[in-house]
């Protein structure tokens, strides 16, 4: 199989992918070129497979639900499931908005607040 190489930028919800290349010299000297700046301290050059099946394996994940109303937080838990090495999802009810993630917690969390933001953004804009 082929490695590519994926330089990041950011993490949680800011996280983007800013080039990929065929070599970790050409991603460094990317990196190098256009200097940069890369947040929570790690400097990203993601090795990913072409063309690889994504393997399913089990792990913890975390789950996060806020009131969309108040902001509260109305629960928070961990359990194990069998999921793809980076699984997060969010969604929203009348009432609630909720995530969960394979990171942390706090992922989690940071996932269910802006899915709650979202929500009251549309809901300003519609008025």
Same mark, same amino acid.
């Given at each position: 199989?082929?490695?590519? &190489?994926?330089?990041? @930028?950011? /993490? &949680?919800?800011?996280? #983007?992918?800013?080039? *990929? ?6 991603? $460094? !000297?990317?990196? %190098?070129?256009?200097?940069?700046? *890369? /947040? /929570? ?5 993601? %090795?990913?497979? @072409? =063309? ?14 806020? =009131? ?6 109305? #629960?928070?838990?961990? &359990?194990?499931?069998? /999921?793809?090495? $980076? ?20 992922? !989690? ?10 929500? *009251? $953004? @549309? ?5």
């Amino acid at each position: 199989m082929k490695t590519i &190489y994926v330089v990041t @930028l950011g /993490c &949680y919800s800011d996280y #983007s992918i800013n080039g *990929l290349f065929s070599t970790p010299e050409k991603a $460094r !000297a990317f990196i %190098e070129k256009n200097k940069i700046d *890369l /947040c /929570c301290g790690q400097r990203d050059i993601e %090795e990913w497979e @072409l =063309d690889e099946l994504v393997k399913h394996t089990a792990k913890t994940v975390w789950f996060s639900k806020i =009131d969309i109303d108040s902001g509260d937080i109305g #629960s928070e838990k961990s &359990y194990q499931k069998s /999921c793809p090495p $980076r699984y997060t999802t969010a969604d929203t009810n009348s009432v609630h908005a909720w995530s969960t993630s394979s990171v942390s917690q706090e992922h !989690a969390r940071k996932l269910a607040v802006e899915k709650r933001q979202e929500v *009251l $953004r @549309l809901q300003k804009a519609s008025k």
